[in-house]
């Protein structure tokens, strides 16, 4: 926490996170849309897109229509990165990790811990899997801690834009 007088009056004005995401081979426009939408909301830094991951903007670099229906225009507010697959992902977590990030993994898998235990510090990568395979094993090794939705019914996981939103303000807004 920083303070900060004005007016006389302290104000206590929280030191910014550097928080940033990583959607792992996303395959669908909308989910990616509005996983882009609930980051700009919370503050996330960056979303990093690998592999096939829709983008704001198609290989011609032209605004797509599709991406822009959902995202609302944060796709313009959210710094964001294309990398091309899952090698440039794993180079950039182990960068990342040498900066001093924590990386997390939203997953259900052997280890995995109840998200509503995990604890973000000011520097974090939160990974995000594909909707139907979930977080590639590769990057999954990666991670200092896999957290897990827990869930109640008979459908084995929740969509990722849905379980993204979840966990984000769960950990990032309290």
């Given at each position: 926490?920083?303070?900060?007088?004005s007016?006389?009056?302290?104000?206590?004005?929280p030191?910014k996170?550097d928080?940033?995401?990583?959607?792992?081979?996303?395959?669908?426009?909308?989910?990616?849309?509005?996983?882009?939408?609930?980051?700009?909301t919370?503050?996330?830094?960056?979303?990093y897109?690998?592999g096939?991951?829709?983008?704001?903007?198609?290989r011609?670099?032209?605004?797509?229509?599709?991406?822009?229906?959902?995202?609302?225009?944060?796709?313009?507010?959210?710094?964001?990165?294309l990398?091309d697959g899952?090698?440039?992902?794993?180079?950039?977590?182990k960068?990342?990790?040498?900066?001093?990030?924590?990386?997390?993994?939203?997953?259900?898998?052997?280890?995995?811990?109840?998200?509503?235990?995990?604890?973000?510090k000011?520097?974090?990568?939160?990974?995000?899997?594909?909707e139907?395979?979930g977080?590639s094993k590769?990057l999954?090794k990666?991670?200092?801690?896999?957290?897990?939705i827990p869930?109640?019914g008979?459908?084995e996981?929740?969509?990722?834009?849905?379980?993204?939103?979840?966990?984000?303000?769960?950990?990032?807004?309290?």
């Open positions: 926490m920083v303070e900060v007088e007016d006389n009056v302290a104000l206590m004005i030191k996170r928080i940033r995401l990583l959607l792992d081979n996303i395959r669908s426009v909308h989910n990616t849309g509005s996983i882009f939408r609930t980051a700009e919370l503050g996330i830094s960056k979303i897109c690998v096939t991951t829709p983008v704001p903007v198609d011609f670099g032209r605004k797509r229509k599709d991406f822009a229906k959902v995202a609302l225009g944060v796709e313009e507010m959210v710094g964001w990165e990398l899952n090698g440039e992902a794993v180079r950039l977590i960068k990342l990790k040498k900066d001093g990030f924590t990386v997390v993994a939203l997953e259900q898998a052997d280890g995995s811990v109840d998200y509503k235990k995990v604890r973000v000011n520097k974090t990568l939160v990974i995000v899997g594909n139907v395979s977080v590769g999954l990666l991670a200092d801690k896999i957290a897990e869930i109640q008979k459908k996981s929740l969509n990722a834009a849905v379980a993204a939103g979840i966990f984000l303000y769960r950990v990032l807004d309290g």
